[in-house]
């Protein structure tokens, strides 16, 4: 057996290598291809309070400043980094001056290490923090290209800044499809500050942090701008539809999409005979929802004639609820056929999520669905390995068999020897 | 095609009966590489945040990850047919002080993100306000190399590990934890295998490469269809099985052998010993 692994890991190797020669070069690894580097966004509240002194006995902006500076020193090449300030310019009491102060400190690019550290030295804990326009104008310094984009919002405090929800601006800037994920760091752990950072980290994919010490502070900045680094496949936006009449024709590959609360989507996929369709869909929970939820994709065909379904239930606490389903086709009976005739699979994605009044539904929840058609399995003809038997019934009952059929075949012979003999 | 399948299975299992003896010994040292300490050095020390992002593992491996309470933690690693994996998971909880008892879950989904059952193992469990760690583990059913598409059956793919608080008093939300997640594989045996084989196992991603290379005209799409994993990233160390093997062959063979040879016993037994008494010396 292992000889055959062996063998089948060399055939593999071999095919590999060959892939690779054949394989038109791509840019070299090391140099970060400007159109997909992953772009991070390091916002940072410089607001008033941020002079507090409760972090290892130094203000929260000392704080901030120290861990800036050793994650800008390990700050992965393929990175273009930037770093925006909230509240940081205007001093003064007018709340509708001190709601726009917002300002990029250093654009996203490639990074020059020693002139992004002078613009964060510089800075000195002054205004207000709003936090929302902080996070429209960082979503949008990071425009263009469709590699994942990444805010990480330091704060102490609460947004100052209603009737502007944060947190719908979250929402909101994530369904626009541009991959984007938010992460929060509080440096204050009181509830609502809390409750406002875990929901704009909820409404994008993001995670929310709870920061007591510098060094958490940068371990957390840079694992984050490290996961910004790591290689993800990003989605396809689509957009289903009511009926798989007017559906889009989906091919292999990742799609994302938003769904209302209750409703449901059409999608179409094309599988020859003697392939097989595989689909899985996930639906974020990227807001308060009910307790108690769950998720249906379903395969039919263009007549309505389902043909295989995945669900799945759940309930408390969620990022995503999943499920998937594969369809294989069985190959067509007639051998002439050059190129049999793919059929058009129907897709239809439904949840059943749920929400308290007060929760906007509008945008809907972001949907992933993934599409693969692969090559159909090899039917099993029978429940047992290619009919083979296994146990001590089976060595019994071949011994019996064998020794009845040597007797008889023994009485068989003697038999005919006798009546011979007598003739 | 079937025949020819069983003709090559055939082949291969003879191969592989006279090659086992040989290579075994050559073989062993990189089998176990989790006991020496460069598997320690390459378990990886992050995890994902999605199904999309999740890090491979490899079985035998110990995964950490530094995060916050409430994150979501994903890893994948392969199943093959066959195998049954155990997933273990501890959670050393954050030394400050703690609002309420929380509760842990380890979440197990295959290839194509359904959820599977753990057989034994205690998948949630509730940690003490004052508690430094809680263990989680999940067993899952044993992997078939085939089942009907209607069927919720574990097949041989990339698995997901899901470790998250199901619940907790949301002041403790966003406070450090640190994870670690390991699996174990066990070899079941032909009594669990199974006739049939999947076409491709189920990896996420498996038929993208293909299809794009296709319709690829610029080099850019080259270019954004490599950062998606690379779905051979997802395999065991020597392949995936070709589903020609199982112990079954043994079985069958030794059942014909005896049948044999019991069938000769029983012939020599109608025989009795030397010649028939009644038959009349030199005839």
Redesign the interface.
């Known amino acids: 057996?292992?000889?055959?692994?062996?063998l089948?890991?060399g055939v593999?190797g071999l095919l590999?290598a060959m892939t690779v020669a054949l394989?038109?070069t791509?840019?070299s690894a090391g140099e970060p291809?400007a159109?997909?580097s992953p772009k991070v966004e390091l916002t940072l509240d410089v607001s008033g309070s941020m002079r507090a002194r409760d972090i290892d006995g130094q203000s929260r902006m000392a704080a901030a400043k120290q861990a800036f500076n050793e994650v800008l020193d390990a700050v992965p090449d393929e990175v273009q980094l930037g770093i925006r300030t909230l509240g940081a310019n205007y001093h003064g009491e007018d709340r509708k001056v001190g709601c726009k102060d917002t300002r990029q400190l250093y654009p996203v690019g490639p990074l020059d290490r020693t002139e992004a550290k002078t613009a964060v030295a510089t800075l000195s804990p002054t205004g207000w923090t709003p936090i929302g326009p902080a996070l429209l104008g960082a979503a949008d310094d990071l425009k263009g290209g469709?590699?994942s984009r990444r805010i990480v919002l330091i704060t102490d405090g609460e947004d100052t800044c209603a009737p502007l929800d944060p947190c719908q601006v979250a929402r909101d800037i994530a369904a626009k499809g541009i991959h984007l994920t938010v992460d929060t760091l509080?440096l204050l752990?009181d509830?609502k500050t809390?409750?406002q950072?875990?929901c704009i980290a909820e409404a994008t994919?993001g995670?929310?942090?709870?920061v007591?010490h510098t060094k958490?502070l940068r371990?957390?900045v840079h694992?984050l701008v490290?996961?910004a680094a790591?290689?993800?496949?990003?989605?396809v936006a689509t957009a289903g539809t009511q009926q798989c009449a007017d559906a889009p024709k989906l091919?292999?590959?990742?799609y994302s999409d938003r769904e209302k609360f209750a409703e449901h989507r059409w999608y179409r996929v094309d599988v020859r005979p003697g392939q097989?369709l595989?689909?899985?869909?996930?639906i974020a929970a990227d807001r308060a929802v009910n307790n108690d939820y769950g998720v249906l994709l379903r395969a039919s065909t263009e007549h309505g004639r389902e043909i295989?379904r995945?669900a799945?239930a759940g309930d408390?606490?969620t990022?995503?609820i999943?499920?998937?389903?594969?369809?294989?086709k069985a190959p067509s009976d007639s051998a002439d056929d050059d190129a049999p005739a793919a059929e058009t699979v129907c897709l239809q994605v439904s949840n059943s999520f749920s929400a308290p009044a007060s929760v906007k539904t509008d945008p809907g929840l972001p949907v992933?669905l993934?599409v693969?058609?692969?090559?159909?399995?090899?039917?099993?003809?029978?429940?047992?390995?290619?009919?083979?038997?296994?146990?001590w019934w089976?060595?019994a009952?071949?011994?019996?068999?064998?020794?009845?059929?040597?007797?008889?075949?023994?009485?068989i012979?003697?038999w005919r020897v006798t009546v011979w003999r007598t003739n | 095609?079937?025949t020819l399948?069983?003709v090559t299975?055939a082949v291969?299992a003879g191969?592989?009966l006279f090659?086992?003896a040989?290579?075994?010994l050559a073989?062993s040292p990189s089998a176990s590489p989790s006991t020496g300490s460069d598997g320690a050095a390459a378990a990886p020390t992050?995890a994902g945040?999605?199904?999309?992002?999740a890090t491979v593992i490899k079985p035998d491996q110990r995964a950490t990850a530094?995060?916050?309470t409430?994150?979501?933690l994903y890893w994948v690693l392969p199943v093959d047919a066959g195998q049954r994996a155990t997933v273990k998971a501890e959670v050393k909880l954050p030394r400050?002080a703690r609002h309420g008892a929380a509760t842990w879950q380890l979440d197990v989904?295959?290839?194509?993100?359904?959820?599977q059952a753990c057989q034994y193992g205690a998948r949630t469990r509730t940690a003490a306000p004052d508690a430094g760690s809680v263990e989680l583990s999940c067993t899952l059913r044993t992997v078939r190399?085939?089942a009907e598409?209607?069927a919720n059956d574990p097949l041989p793919g990339g698995y997901y590990v899901r470790l998250?608080?199901?619940?907790l008093p949301?002041?403790d939300?966003?406070?450090?934890v640190h994870a670690e997640v390991g699996a174990t594989v066990a070899d079941m045996g032909?009594?669990r295998?199974?006739?049939?084989?999947?076409?491709?196992p189920?990896v996420?991603?498996?038929?993208?490469a293909a299809?794009?290379?296709e319709e690829s005209t610029a080099?850019?799409d080259?270019?954004?269809a490599?950062?998606?994993?690379p779905a051979?990233l997802i395999a065991p160390d020597?392949?995936w099985?070709?589903g020609?093997?199982?112990?079954?062959?043994l079985?069958?063979a030794?059942?014909?052998l005896?049948?044999?040879?019991?069938?000769?016993?029983?012939?020599?037994?109608?025989?009795g010993s030397g010649r028939p008494s009644r038959v009349p010396p030199g005839a």
């Not at chain 2, 945040?49 to 992002?53: A, E, G, V």
């Not at chain 2, 989904?109 to 959820?115: F, K, Q, T």
Request: include cysteine; hydrophobic fraction near 35%; charged fraction near 25%.
């Open positions: 057996m292992i000889t055959r692994k062996r089948a890991a593999c590999a394989a038109p791509p840019a291809d159109k997909s469709d590699a509080g752990p509830a809390r409750n950072l875990s994919g995670t929310y942090t709870s007591q958490e371990d957390r694992q490290d996961r790591r290689p993800v496949a990003t989605p091919k292999p590959g990742l097989e595989r689909a899985s869909v996930s295989v995945g799945e408390g606490r990022d995503v999943s499920s998937g389903l594969r369809y294989p992933e993934a693969d058609v692969v090559d159909g399995p090899d039917d099993a003809s029978d429940a047992a390995f290619f009919g083979l038997g296994h146990g089976l060595l009952a071949l011994a019996l068999t064998g020794l009845l059929t040597g007797l008889l075949w023994g009485w012979s003697r | 095609m079937r399948r069983i299975t291969l191969a592989a090659g086992t040989g290579t075994a073989e992050e945040t999605s199904f999309r992002t530094d995060a916050s409430g994150d979501y400050s989904y295959d290839g194509l993100r359904r959820r190399a085939w598409p209607w998250t608080v199901a619940d949301k002041d939300l966003g406070l450090p032909g009594a295998a199974v006739d049939g084989t999947l076409g491709a189920l996420p991603g498996v038929s993208t299809p794009q290379d080099p850019e080259e270019a954004s490599a950062p998606g994993k051979d020597g392949g099985s070709s020609g093997w199982s112990d079954r062959w079985w069958t030794a059942g014909g005896l049948a044999a040879l019991a069938g000769i016993a029983g012939y020599q037994f109608t025989r």
